[in-house]
């Protein structure tokens, strides 16, 4: 039997299996065959799983997602050879679903980028143009099912590593509300903003993936129970009123491509019967970049204490104890790490702290309450996931800076705590855009509602041109 | 916002990172284009505003005090670089 695993959605692969028309064996084949084929070229995976555990649909886990007995890096030299004697809960809850791990997919080192490109273990390319990034930082997890190497992956998302390499590879991702899936051995980035997503074909796939995953866990005390998960249907969009933020649709940098797309994909929701109109962000958007650029480092400076060369991942020769503790450091960390630790020490150091990480935290309530205002009068926000598509690899890794900002459209929602999805809205000179539906705390299924609507409408192939 | 090489060996050191020569002179020049960025949140006046440390307003997360199985001494040392007996070795102090 054959598959079109470029267009195969995991719901249709389940409804096979269900109905005996094709086994976990051969299911699992045939993606293994596309991995053999195209994983040398795209660097999606870092680590093969050789044998099926399940006999549901298979999935793709990012590498910084804890899987006992499956080597975990987080993208890092510093993890090289470890392996999690312990499932984290997203992973305990596909086991419990049936889902054999296809692998782990390559990411940003500790989910610390926007292109992939800071992987210990090389880029991974974009399946849509090889000499494009796939986005960070969960490049991995986005190429593996734009190639059709996987039907569904997780990824994670604290500053828009899920939306952003959706949008690059022209997948479905969502960043759900902070707080409705569990942190449990997730290899921790910045704790407050952290949370675990998934990549998927179809908006129904998001949200079947997205009910497995989500609920309250006794292991990450952050969690609470989540509304019952609503599979979307119809394209009927009737009283739903959407808000365009002229700060994320109408400012200087948006490619016209990218433009022309996200109009003409409000323009069919406005068929579809939704109230459209534009409102404003007046702070979100130019203050989100600076102050995520606090709170993240300073919370990844101290969650990456933890890497001391004694209980668990590298350790660097050293006379003494702290020769040892800093030559590790040194050596297991990449320049992203560094950058990320050095800032955020900084951030928090004597003398400083006022000033950055505790003005930062002020200005996170404000774009908070600037968020929770529009949501006042509005179901979903609605603006491009990136201002472009995918860059060439190279472009921006020499400009620390120039890549933060990269992240500009994702972060104001991620740092307000409201969930956020980016979805395929067409192409810009053969490249996906991605479309960013933005809804208050617990909005996952109208965001799925929307999504789903507008999918329909548009119609858009996920499979990239080159590999059809 | 410049910050001086000095400031980086010091936040290297609370940070218990060594540098080599061209880390510290090329991080320097790195921090010091992304402090000036960042610099901006305090273009604001922020002073009625709370400080935001977590999304969610949750107060007090209760669980029934359960007893689980706790890992293996053996799965605890798996990964371990060096261990003697039960315990982790590290060099001097």
């Excluded at chain 1, 990456?304 to 020769?317: F, H, Q």
Aim: charged share 25%; with cysteine.
């Amino acid at each position: 039997m054959s598959f079109d695993l470029l267009r195969l959605s995991a719901e249709s692969a389940l409804a096979l299996l269900e109905d005996g028309e094709v086994s976990t064996r051969e299911l699992w084949d045939a993606y293994r065959a596309r991995i053999d084929a195209h994983n040398e070229e795209l660097n999606a995976f870092l680590t093969l799983v050789d044998e099926p555990d399940g006999d549901g649909v298979p999935i793709a886990l990012k590498d910084v997602i804890s899987t006992h007995g499956i080597r975990t890096t987080a993208g890092s030299k510093m993890l090289e050879g470890y392996v999690p004697v312990f499932d984290s809960t997203v992973a305990a809850r596909c086991k419990a679903a049936s889902m054999p791990v296809l692998g782990k997919t390559n990411t940003d080192e500790f989910a610390m980028g926007s292109s992939t490109e800071n992987s210990a273990y090389g880029p991974t390319r974009n399946p849509w143009d090889p000499t494009r990034v796939p986005g960070g930082s969960g490049g991995g997890s986005a190429a593996a099912v734009a190639a059709g190497l996987a039907p569904w992956a997780l990824g994670s998302d604290t500053g828009g590593s899920v939306k952003l390499p959706s949008a690059f590879c022209g997948n479905v991702g969502l960043r759900p509300t902070y707080g409705t899936v569990s942190r449990y051995g997730i290899v921790a980035f910045a704790s407050s903003l952290d949370q675990v997503g998934p990549v998927t074909r179809t908006v129904r796939d998001n949200a079947l993936l997205y009910r497995i995953i989500s609920g309250r866990d006794e292991h990450d005390s952050t969690t609470v129970e989540v509304p019952a998960v609503v599979l979307p249907e119809g394209t009927d969009l009737n009283g739903v009123r959407i808000g365009l933020p002229r700060q994320l649709n109408e400012v200087e940098g948006i490619e016209p491509g990218v433009k022309a797309a996200v109009e003409a994909a409000i323009a069919q929701a406005a068929s579809l019967g939704a109230k459209v109109e534009e409102c404003e962000l007046p702070l979100s958007v130019d203050y989100g970049m600076p102050c995520y650029y606090l709170i993240a480092p300073a919370e990844a400076s101290s969650n990456l204490a933890r890497y001391d060369g004694v209980r668990y991942g590298l350790r660097s020769e050293g006379a003494d104890f702290r020769e040892m503790l800093m030559r590790t450091r040194h050596d297991g960390f990449g320049d992203e790490p560094k950058r990320r630790i050095m800032l955020g020490t900084y951030a928090l150091s004597s003398g400083y702290y006022d000033a950055f990480y505790g003005t930062a935290q002020k200005v996170r309530t404000v774009i908070k309450r600037e968020h929770d205002a529009l949501f006042e009068k509005f179901d979903v926000l609605v603006s491009p996931t990136c201002p472009t598509t995918a860059f060439p690899l190279g472009a921006r890794s020499a400009d620390p800076l120039a890549m933060y900002l990269t992240d500009v459209f994702t972060i104001p929602s991620n740092l307000a705590g409201v969930p956020s999805m980016s979805m395929p809205c067409g192409l810009s000179d053969g490249l996906p855009v991605g479309l960013q539906l933005i809804g208050p705390q617990f909005s996952e299924n109208m965001l799925f509602k929307v999504g789903h609507a507008l999918e329909q409408a548009i119609g858009f192939d996920p499979a990239p041109e080159r590999l059809r | 916002m410049a910050i001086t090489r000095d400031e980086v060996l010091h936040v290297a050191r609370l940070a218990r990172l060594e540098l080599t020569e061209d880390e510290v002179g090329r991080f320097q020049e790195q921090l010091s284009a992304i402090l000036e960025a960042v610099s901006k949140v305090r273009e604001l006046d922020l002073s009625d505003v709370p400080p935001t440390s977590h999304p969610l307003e949750l107060a007090n997360a209760w669980d029934d005090d359960i007893p689980h199985v706790c890992l293996t001494l053996d799965e605890v040392f798996a990964n371990a670089p060096d261990r003697e007996g039960d315990l982790f070795e590290v060099p001097p102090a």
